[in-house]
C-alpha cells in the first residue's frame, strides 16, 4: 500500500516538473537563445533520471516534441522581425517579409513564391545551420541565411549592398551566399543529375509526342557567362553546356571551360561525350525507323557535328523536304534548351560579369541550375523566362570557329543514314498534323 502511495507521489512530482520546465523554457520575458539552448539541452537528461514509466516518456516525448516547435517558431519570429526591417528596391519603396510578404517582392527578390521559399528553407535547413565558421557561429536562422544568399544570386547585388537590406556584415552576407552554393552543389546536385535509363525513357517518350521524334534524349546547348576577377581586370567569360528535355528541365551541366572554345570543342571536353563514347550514357536498346536502327541521340544546333547519337539540322534543305520538316522539329526543340539559357541569364548574378573568381562563378552557374529544377519541380515558374525575345544576344557561339577535328567518314556516313531516316519519320509526323 505504502508503495502504491510512493509511486502516485512520485508521479505526481515528475508531472509538476515537466509543467514547470516546460513553462520555464517557454518564459516570454527570456531573450536568451544561449540559456534556451543550455536548457533545451539540459531536458532530456532530466528525463533519463526521473522518467521511467511509459506514461512517463510519452511526456517526455511531447514536451520535448513541443520545446522544438517552440524553438522553430522562435526562429521563425526572429527572420521575421529582422525581414520586417528590410527595404527592397534600393529602399524606395519598404516590403515586407513576414506573413504578409507581396508576391511581387518575392519574385523579384528571391525568384520564387514564399512557398516555395518556406519548402526550400524547410529542405536546407540542416545544412544551412550546421556549417558556420569554426569559433564564428552566426546565429542567424535557416531563413535568413537562404534570403541573404537567394537575393545575391536572384538580384546580383553586391555584399555591401546586401549587407545593408539584411543588417548583417559585408563578411556575413558573402559566408551566406557561398554556403548556400556549397550546400546546392554538393548536397543537392543530384537535382540535376538526371540521366537514367528510366529518368530518359520518359524523355524521349515526351520528345516524339511533341514532335514525332523517336527515341531522342534531350536538347544540348551552350552559353558563355562574363567574367572579370583573376584576368587582370579584362573581362573574359567562361562556357557552359546544358543538356535539357522538352519542359526546359536541365538534366546535366557542365561549366567552367574558357569561354573562347566552340561548343564542339566545349562538348569533347566534358564528361558527357565522354560517357557517351564509353557506353556508359546513351546505351539503351536502338528502336527501328524505316529499318534503320536509331540509337538514343541527342539534337543539338548547327555547331555541332553530325555523330550517331547528336543530330545537327540539315544545311540549306530544299524547301518542302523531308530535310526541311527534320529542321522544323529540330527548331521546335530546341527552344526548351534556348528557354533554359535565357532563364539563367535572368538569374542577378549571372546577367552581368561576374566579379569573382572562377570556380566561385561556376559556383553560381551550379546553384542557379539547381534552384532552376528546384523551381520547375514545384511548378513555381517566377524564375522561367516568358518570351525569348533576341536568342542570338545570349547565344556567342555563332561568332566563334567550329571544331575543325574531323570525324571518321565511316562514322559521318552512319550518322547520315540516321539523320535521312529520322527526317523522314519528321515528315510523316508533320504531315498527320497538316504542318509540312
Known amino acids: 500500500m505504502e508503495s502504491r502511495k510512493l509511486s502516485a507521489l512520485l508521479s505526481s512530482l515528475v508531472s509538476q516538473l515537466l509543467v514547470v520546465l516546460i513553462l520555464f ?11 534556451s539552448r543550455r536548457l533545451g539541452n539540459a531536458f532530456p537528461v532530466v528525463i533519463h533520471h526521473f522518467l521511467s514509466s511509459q506514461e512517463a516518456a510519452a511526456a517526455a516525448a511531447a514536451a520535448i516534441s513541443l520545446l522544438s516547435a517552440s524553438h522553430k517558431r522562435r526562429k521563425r519570429k526572429r527572420f521575421s522581425d529582422q525581414a520586417d526591417d528590410l527595404y527592397l528596391h534600393g529602399g524606395a519603396t519598404l516590403r515586407r517579409l513576414g506573413p504578409y ?44 541565411r537562404l534570403a541573404i544568399g537567394l537575393f545575391r544570386l536572384a538580384t546580383g547585388s553586391d555584399f555591401p549592398g546586401i549587407a545593408r537590406q539584411f543588417g548583417v556584415s559585408e563578411s556575413v552576407s558573402r559566408f551566406c ?14 537535382w540535376v543529375n538526371l540521366l537514367n535509363p528510366g529518368e530518359l525513357d520518359s524523355v524521349s517518350a515526351r520528345f516524339e509526342d511533341r514532335f514525332g521524334l523517336p527515341n531522342c534524349c534531350g536538347v544540348i546547348g551552350c552559353t558563355r557567362f562574363g567574367i572579370g576577377r583573376e584576368f587582370g581586370g579584362e573581362e573574359r567569360s567562361i562556357a557552359a553546356q546544358i543538356l535539357v528535355d ?4 536541365i538534366l546535366s551541366i ?37 529499318g534503320v536502327a536509331v540509337e538514343q541521340y541527342l539534337i543539338g544546333n548547327g555547331n555541332y557535328p553530325l555523330l550517331p547519337w ?55 552557374i551550379g546553384a542557379c541550375s539547381i534552384l532552376h529544377n528546384a523551381l520547375l519541380m ?47 519519320k519528321a515528315k510523316e509526323f508533320q504531315n498527320s498534323k497538316n504542318q509540312c
Do not use: H
Request: proline share 6%; hydrophobic share 35%; net charge negative.
Open 25 to 35: 523554457t517557454r518564459n516570454p520575458m527570456s531573450d536568451s537563445d544561449s540559456d
Open 101 to 144: 510578404r507581396s508576391p511581387d517582392s518575392f519574385r523579384n527578390c528571391f525568384k520564387m513564391t514564399s512557398s516555395t521559399f518556406e519548402w526550400l528553407a524547410g529542405s536546407l535547413e540542416p545544412l544551412l545551420d550546421c556549417r558556420d565558421p569554426v569559433g564564428s557561429p552566426l546565429n542567424l536562422s535557416a531563413e535568413l
Open 177 to 190: 551566399a557561398k554556403q548556400l552554393c556549397r550546400v546546392l552543389c554538393t548536397d543537392f546536385r543530384f
Open 246 to 249: 522538352s519542359s526546359s528541365r
Open 254 to 290: 557542365v561549366a567552367g571551360f574558357r569561354g573562347e572554345k566552340s561548343d564542339s570543342r566545349v562538348l569533347k571536353l566534358s564528361t558527357l561525350f565522354k560517357d557517351i563514347g564509353e557506353k556508359r550514357l546513351l546505351n539503351s536498346p536502338p528502336v527501328y525507323v524505316n
Open 310 to 364: 547528336l543530330m545537327p539540322p540539315f544545311e540549306d534543305p530544299v524547301p518542302g523536304s523531308s530535310e526541311e520538316c527534320f529542321n522544323r522539329a529540330v527548331d521546335g526543340m530546341r527552344i526548351s534548351a534556348a528557354k533554359t539559357l535565357v532563364s539563367l541569364k535572368n538569374w542577378g548574378v549571372l546577367s552581368k560579369p561576374i566579379d569573382d573568381e572562377v570556380k566561385i562563378g561556376v559556383a553560381y
Open 378 to 424: 514545384r511548378e513555381d515558374y517566377s524564375a522561367l523566362a516568358d518570351e525569348l525575345g533576341n536568342y542570338s544576344l545570349y547565344d556567342q557561339s555563332s561568332q566563334l570557329d567550329r571544331d575543325s577535328s574531323s570525324v571518321d567518314d565511316s562514322v559521318t556516313q552512319m550518322s547520315s543514314v540516321i539523320r535521312n531516316a529520322l527526317a523522314s
